[in-house]
Every structure is written in structure tokens, then in C-alpha cells.
């Protein structure tokens, strides 16, 4: 099965009237990626069976999202899963941070190409980005990385009581210290993947420090 095909017929199984704005928008972004794929490497292949668990992931880990309000994504590579979240969550603001200047060219140009309105990029890395910050988010999500701890500590002052950390992570935390992950966070809920064996989304919020 090619990619388009295997695309239209996940899209059905998740239920997605094919008339919708994301059936339009899915394929469009499949287009696009296939596109720049020989050029800049942003997947390992754009056949369907190594494309279809990256589709997967992001109609998945959409039922756990809040649909509205900020989210900054970290790293964001070729925009699996934050750019198809999306998509998915038209309403939502969302700020892209990733260090690669090629594939930061392909996430402007889907986010154009594809009308994303409220999407920004940012060409940079996380503490130069954090540096000129002062705005707090209402979910902050990364995957394929392991964040540093000086990079985690930094994301606790941009982020409000409510706050989601989304942390996409196989069998180890994907953090460079897991004790300060658990000593400065809480683990609200774990849900797993159920086409990737080990393969995670954990949601954390802030522990405040004591007064």
C-alpha cells in the first residue's frame, strides 16, 4: 500500500469525515513531506509502513489534548507529532522550536502552505529561544531528545499551574536527570502506545516548592 492510500484508509478507521478540514489538511502535509523527504532526510523513509506509526501517534496522543489554548513543542524535526496535533487542534497556538535550519525551513513552509494559522517557528536552540522569553505555555511537549536539566529546570518558569508537560520517552525518562524530573514534577497520568511496544506519553505538571 503506498503512503496516500494507507493515509486515506487510517484516516477512515479514525473516523475523520473524509469532507473535514484535517481529511484536506493530513494528505496535504503527507504531500509536502514526500516533497522535501530526498532532500533534507526528515524521515528515514516516506513508505507507508515506517510513516503509518507517526500518523498513528499523533491522531493518538490527540484524545489527550486540550484542543485550545498555547503549546510550545521541543525539537520539533519534521513536526511529528506537534505539527499534526496541529492540525488536529486548529484553535490552538503553537511555538516551534528547533535548532536545524533545514528542516526548519520545511516546518515554514508546511505551516504556510497548509493555512496553520497561529504557528510559529523558531530557528534556534531551546535556551537561546527561553533566553528572550517571558510567556508562559499550557502545554510543553518534546520527543526524540533527551532535555537537559538546566533546560527543564529553565521551562518550569514558563509554565502556570495547569501546565502539561508532554513527554514522549521508550523504556528510560526522556530527561537528562530523571531525579529532578521526579523531584520537581509530578506525574499526573502514563498512556502507552499501543502500535510501539515500550513506547510512551507521560504528562507531568510543576511541584511548586515549598513556601
Keep these: 500500500m503506498n503512503s496516500p492510500e494507507g493515509l486515506k484508509q487510517l484516516l477512515q478507521e479514525a473516523q475523520i469525515p473524509a469532507d473535514s478540514r484535517e481529511a484536506r489538511k493530513l494528505p496535504e502535509y503527507l504531500t509536502l513531506l514526500r516533497k522535501w523527504n530526498p532532500h533534507i532526510n526528515l524521515t528515514a523513509?516516506?513508505?507507508?509502513?515506517?510513516?503509518?506509526?507517526?500518523?498513528?501517534?499523533?491522531?493518538?496522543?490527540?484524545?489527550?489534548?486540550?484542543?485550545?489554548?498555547?503549546?510550545?513543542?521541543?525539537?520539533?524535526?519534521?513536526?511529528?507529532?506537534?505539527?499534526?496535533?496541529?492540525?488536529?487542534?486548529?484553535?490552538?497556538?503553537?511555538?516551534?522550536?528547533?535548532?536545524?535550519?533545514?528542516?526548519?525551513?520545511?516546518?515554514?513552509?508546511?505551516?504556510?502552505?497548509?493555512?496553520?494559522?497561529?504557528?510559529?517557528?523558531?530557528?534556534?536552540?531551546?535556551?537561546?529561544?527561553l533566553d528572550k522569553e517571558t510567556r508562559t505555555w499550557d502545554c510543553i511537549s518534546w520527543k526524540a531528545l533527551k532535555l537537559q536539566t538546566r533546560d527543564l529546570l529553565r521551562l518550569r518558569r514558563h509554565a502556570?499551574?495547569?501546565?502539561?508537560f508532554w513527554m514522549f520517552h521508550g523504556a528510560e525518562p526522556a530527561v537528562q536527570e530523571p531525579k529532578v524530573l521526579n523531584e520537581k514534577f509530578r506525574r499526573a497520568h502514563r498512556?502507552?502506545?499501543?502500535?510501539?511496544?515500550?513506547?510512551?506519553?507521560?504528562?507531568?505538571?510543576?511541584?511548586?516548592?515549598p513556601e
Design 45 to 129: 523513509s516516506t513508505e507507508w509502513h515506517v510513516l503509518r506509526p507517526l500518523f498513528m501517534e499523533a491522531l493518538w496522543a490527540s484524545r489527550f489534548h486540550k484542543k485550545t489554548g498555547s503549546h510550545l513543542d521541543i525539537g520539533s524535526g519534521a513536526g511529528f507529532p506537534a505539527l499534526l496535533l496541529k492540525i488536529l487542534a486548529p484553535q490552538m497556538t503553537i511555538d516551534l522550536v528547533e535548532s536545524r535550519s533545514k528542516k526548519c525551513a520545511f516546518l515554514e513552509s508546511a505551516a504556510d502552505l497548509l493555512q496553520l494559522d497561529g504557528t510559529r517557528v523558531h530557528c534556534t536552540r531551546l535556551a537561546e529561544f
Design 160 to 164: 502556570h499551574e495547569q501546565t502539561e
Design 191 to 209: 498512556e502507552d502506545f499501543p502500535e510501539r511496544d515500550n513506547w510512551h506519553l507521560s504528562v507531568f505538571h510543576v511541584k511548586h516548592d
